[in-house]
């Protein structure tokens, strides 16, 4: 299959960047969202509506939501792992939602305290709260590769998912990677499988590159067809209940390899690398970003 001309960054820092990290202030936020701002990105996903004693490096959602508008070139979501969460993001003004569902029930027991089945089933209520307020929902599947408890993931469980939220009226889908297990082969396949059920709507993709793979598997499902990629200033993150499961790829060095491919992105690149100092100071330690420590290639 050709490249798109166009993939779509949307920067994940400061939900799942820092979700693993200490809480820092509301201000050295706002210094991490001016740093994203700089870079060009148009999609950002600013925080999480879940429970703060298990995250509380995100505790203070509702205070950032009031700080967005001071970004009217960016569309920002925020992530939801149940109807609660859902009622009080769209309560701080949020249009565009994101709810995460495990295709494992080891995962998803560990995530949000509940099997997959029971998960998915909140998806229809999700949906009706969004309608209601006019907003967007997106459903993501965790663990849509491999589970840190369970093992391998069925395709089966991942196509069932999938096919309840297009019944539903989900109006975006992505697959998540979320320990850094997958590899391109088992991406494609995977891209191949879902694509028809979800038609036209817009399908992501999310990888973290806990084992190296996480760029060449990207990589992969824009072969395929994806045309919406997550990503992390300095490859920050990771999950804090799937053990092991570390850094995101980073942004920066995502659009080195997107540029260099030929496929334009709103991100630009040497902003981005400025903006991975920038996380390396506020967070107080080195990043896994690449292309911060090796900077753009060199030019004759």
Same mark, same amino acid.
């Given at each position: 299959?050709?490249?798109?001309?166009?993939?779509?960054?949307?920067?994940?820092?400061?939900?799942?960047?820092?979700?693993?990290?200490?809480?820092?202030?509301?201000?050295?936020?706002?210094?991490? *969202?001016?740093?994203?701002?700089?870079?060009?990105?148009?999609?950002?996903?600013?925080?999480?509506?879940?429970?703060?004693?298990?995250?509380?490096?995100?505790?203070?959602? +509702?205070?950032?939501?009031?700080? $967005?508008?001071?970004?009217?070139?960016?569309?920002?979501?925020?992530?939801?792992?149940?109807?609660?969460?859902?009622?009080?993001?769209?309560?701080?003004?949020? /249009? /565009?939602?994101?709810?995460?569902?495990?295709?494992?029930?080891?995962? /998803?027991?560990? #995530?949000?305290?509940?099997?997959?089945?029971?998960?998915?089933?909140? !998806?229809?209520?999700?949906?009706? $709260?969004?309608?209601?307020?006019?907003?967007?929902?997106?459903?993501?599947?965790?663990?849509?590769?491999?589970?840190?408890?369970?093992?391998?993931?069925?395709? #089966?469980?991942? *196509?069932?998912?999938?096919?309840?939220?297009?019944?539903?009226?989900?109006?975006?889908?992505? %697959?998540?990677?979320?320990?850094?297990?997958?590899?391109?082969?088992?991406? +494609? #396949?995977?891209? +191949?499988?879902?694509?028809? =059920?979800? &038609?036209?709507?817009?399908?992501?993709?999310?990888?973290? #590159?806990?084992?190296?793979?996480?760029?060449?598997?990207?990589?992969?499902?824009?072969?395929?067809?994806?045309?919406?990629?997550?990503?992390?200033? &300095?490859?920050?993150? &990771?999950?804090?209940?799937?053990?092991?499961?570390?850094?995101? !790829?980073?942004?920066?060095?995502?659009?080195? %390899?997107?540029?260099?491919?030929? =496929?334009?992105?709103?991100?630009?690149?040497?902003?981005?690398?400025?903006?991975?100092?920038?996380?390396?100071?506020?967070?107080?330690?080195?990043?896994?970003?690449?292309?911060?420590?090796?900077?753009?290639?060199?030019?004759?």
């Amino acid at each position: 299959m050709s490249l798109p001309g166009h993939v779509t960054i949307r920067e994940v820092l400061l939900r799942d960047g820092l979700q693993l990290e200490a809480p820092i202030t509301l201000a050295d936020k706002r210094k991490l *969202l001016d740093a994203v701002a700089a870079t060009g990105v148009r999609e950002v996903e600013a925080t999480a509506f879940v429970s703060p004693t298990k995250m509380p490096a995100l505790a203070d959602a +509702a205070e950032l939501a009031e700080q $967005l508008h001071h970004y009217p070139d960016i569309e920002f979501s925020a992530l939801v792992a149940s109807p609660n969460g859902a009622k009080r993001a769209l309560a701080a003004g949020f /249009s /565009s939602l994101e709810y995460v569902v495990s295709a494992a029930d080891g995962h /998803s027991r560990a #995530n949000v305290g509940t099997s997959s089945a029971e998960a998915t089933a909140r !998806i229809q209520e999700i949906v009706t $709260l969004a309608r209601d307020a006019d907003a967007t929902v997106e459903v993501i599947i965790a663990c849509s590769w491999d589970c840190p408890f369970d093992g391998p993931t069925a395709e #089966n469980r991942v *196509l069932d998912i999938v096919g309840r939220a297009r019944d539903w009226g989900v109006d975006r889908y992505a %697959l998540a990677d979320t320990i850094g297990t997958t590899t391109p082969r088992r991406v +494609a #396949n995977l891209v +191949a499988a879902v694509r028809p =059920i979800v &038609g036209n709507a817009p399908l992501g993709a999310h990888f973290h #590159n806990t084992r190296g793979s996480g760029l060449a598997s990207a990589y992969a499902a824009v072969q395929s067809g994806v045309t919406r990629l997550d990503s992390s200033i &300095g490859g920050l993150g &990771g999950c804090p209940f799937a053990p092991g499961a570390t850094g995101n !790829i980073a942004t920066e060095d995502l659009v080195y %390899l997107l540029r260099d491919s030929g =496929i334009d992105v709103d991100v630009d690149l040497d902003a981005a690398i400025a903006a991975a100092r920038i996380v390396q100071e506020v967070v107080g330690h080195e990043v896994p970003s690449a292309l911060l420590r090796a900077g753009d290639r060199l030019l004759n």
